[in-house]
């Protein structure tokens, strides 16, 4: 079951996409392995290694305690598009096993180094879809493609290069559509086997640049959640979830973009911790 688990991470299309040989849970072609990099062992790559340890957890998004198969159900929901997989079906208990088995040595409720995403200061300025613009031509559009429609492997199974936006890419309420998480991986993973967290292609202000880009919704298109209850209680909500209503008084535009140091600040001030 382990080494199932392992496959389905990353060959996820093949098994449970719209064409999946053993169900069709996936509404895309990406595979758990396009973000969740070298199949979720790979240090600030959304790494699996104490994921096992850590839940049932509260998850701030559903305002309410998630198992781990319930977690899994939501990257399958939203980065996937799909619809929940039972939670007794043997394709979600091989994924558990191998996050499992992955985390065997890490303690309950413990982190390990490379979990979480990479430490960064948040850049002193918004971030600049337009300047992203000239970012993704530079540095990703030969893989990802001039429309963020990424690249099909010949056989059409899942892609050589995942798309990053676009019916086929993930939902809007996916956490990598939210920008502090996912200028880090994108600075410490991308151009992907180019980049790495030891010796950077972007700096940080470029990071947050295109991924401004890629998460415009004015400029970009994608699909969107189907529930419309995200982060029901403000006090845990992400600083950078772009909808309102928020605890503090900044803009959506600001929580979107940036600069966050000052809404990190005013939640200092009120006695409270900044979530993102
Ligand atoms: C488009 C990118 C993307 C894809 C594809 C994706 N995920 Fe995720 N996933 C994320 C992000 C981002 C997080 C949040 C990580 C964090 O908060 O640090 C996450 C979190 C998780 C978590 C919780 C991890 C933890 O330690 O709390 C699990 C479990 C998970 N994903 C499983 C999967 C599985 C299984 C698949 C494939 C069926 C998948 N994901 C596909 C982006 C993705
Ligand atoms: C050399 C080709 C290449 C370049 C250039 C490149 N990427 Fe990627 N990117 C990949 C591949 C391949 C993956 C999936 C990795 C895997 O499955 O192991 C990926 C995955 C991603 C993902 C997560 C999956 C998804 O589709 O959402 C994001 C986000 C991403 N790249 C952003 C970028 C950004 C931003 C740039 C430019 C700074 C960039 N990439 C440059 C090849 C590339």
Known sequence: MVRYGRELIVNTAY????????????GNKMNCTNCHLDAGTKPYAFNFYSTHARYPQYRA??????SLADRVNNCIERPHNGKHMPLNNKEMIAIISYMKWLGENVPVNAHVNGDGPIKVDFPSRAADPFKGEEVY?????????????GKMRADNVCYEYPPLWGEK?????SSVHRLIKMAPFVYANMPNKIATYQNPKL????????????NNDTIHKRPQPITKTDYASLPNKPIDYDKGPYLDPFSETQHKYGPYKEIV????????????
């Open 15 to 26: 098994y449970i996409g719209p064409e999946g040989k053993a169900g069709k849970f996936l």
């Open 61 to 66: 998004r559903e305002n309410k305690i998630l």
């Open 137 to 149: 031509k530079r540095e990703c559009l030969s893989c990802h493609g001039a429309n963020g429609e």
């Open 169 to 173: 890419s993930y939902q809007s309420g």
């Open 203 to 214: 700096t940080i202000d470029e990071a947050y640049d295109v991924v401004a880009f890629i």
């Open 265 to 276: 600040d005013y939640y200092k001030k009120i006695g409270k911790k900044a979530n993102y």
